[in-house]
């Protein structure tokens, strides 16, 4: 019997590998957190191993997590754009300028939980009112719970925050601060707990997941608790990663995202954010303030200032605001 010559057999082994390749592919999935963060533990990873099970043999799925292939925050979308990384989360405001309608989810008293504002995300997005998806596929829309006001200087109103310096996440918030009388402090969030501990800070905008995340608790007093915006992140994926997905993968990636992300992540950061609050009213050790009523609404009308200026910076801006309240509306009403 003739044996295959040497070129023949690496013929047929090439030809195997490539085959055998095409049969599974491998998904680069990461972040620059750890897997400890919330929104790894309790909206990515059960993302990655519901798809994984889903796809039947089609999909591997390697996770890099801490930043690993990538430490930087405001590098994420890059990475996943170039294809270093597969799937990647990315904050918008680290992306200046590519998602122009993101400023939305900032604005105060818009949104009052983390659910309805990502759910009015997706279905903005699905609708094809939030752009800068080119080279990028849109996997799943989540946001924090809503950001407050921590203060370490005490107040009773916010017109107490006359001439006090507070520290806001960005232009939005900024501007909301300035209605009241603030000197708004743009700080990242490495340099917020030295600020406020050399007294260069009253008070800063964060979340509860936040203020915990940075163990900035024993620096502040006082929480008021009023919605000053949440802070929006993708689930972003290469668009060529996902063009060349086998069919069974490409149909779980899109089966777990979407809404599922929403909802997953509104849920994680509402429980993490509401246990923390029980936890710091049982040992007494923030006193909490939330105005009510009338004096909430007074908030709400005023802070209508700072969408009428977001609606006239933004292109579309009146349109992707009147949808998203339509949005609202019809989510408010079926809950």
């Known amino acids: ?74 590098r994420q979308y890059e990475l996943v754009q170039s294809g270093i990384l597969d799937v990647a989360w990315v904050l918008p405001g680290y992306t200046s300028g590519q998602f122009p309608e993101m400023g939305l989810f900032e604005l105060p008293f818009l949104f009052e939980s983390a659910t309805e504002a990502a759910v009015v995300g997706w279905r903005l997005w699905e609708r094809g009112l939030l752009t800068g998806f080119e080279d990028v596929v849109l996997v799943g829309f989540f946001t924090t719970e809503p950001n407050t006001l921590f203060m370490r200087t005490p107040i009773n109103r916010l017109a107490d925050l006359q001439h006090l310096k507070i520290r806001s996440l960005g232009a939005i918030q900024a501007r909301w601060l300035e209605l009241f009388g603030a000197s708004p402090q743009t700080l990242p969030a490495a340099e917020m707990n030295q600020a406020l501990d050399r007294d260069v800070l009253d008070g800063v905008i964060q979340g509860w997941t936040g203020m915990q995340t940075f163990r900035s608790y024993p620096l502040v007093s006082l929480s008021y608790d009023i919605p000053i915006g949440t802070t ?104």
């Open 232 to 335: 929006p992140f993708l689930l972003l994926m290469n668009r060529t990663t996902y063009e060349a997905l086998p069919a069974a993968a490409a149909a779980a990636v899109k089966r777990h995202g979407g809404l599922e992300v929403a909802r997953s992540g509104g849920l994680g950061y509402t429980q993490v954010g509401d246990a923390i609050r029980e936890g710091l009213a049982r040992a007494g050790r923030l006193r909490m303030l939330r105005p009510e009523g009338e004096e909430r609404a007074a908030y709400r009308s005023e802070a209508q200032d700072v969408h009428e200026w977001w609606i006239e910076r933004t292109p579309n801006g009146r349109e992707v605001y009147d949808t998203a309240l339509a949005i609202r509306s019809q989510w408010r009403a079926e809950q």
């Open 1 to 74: 019997m003739k044996l295959p010559g040497i070129r023949t057999m690496v013929l047929l082994g090439f030809l195997l590998g490539h085959f055998g390749a095409s049969a599974q592919q491998t998904l680069r999935v990461g972040s620059y957190v750890t897997d400890r963060s919330i929104g790894i533990s309790r909206v990515i990873k059960p993302w990655v191993d519901a798809v994984q099970a889903d796809a039947a043999g089609a999909l591997n799925i390697d996770t890099y997590w801490g930043g690993t292939l990538g430490k930087h925050a405001h």
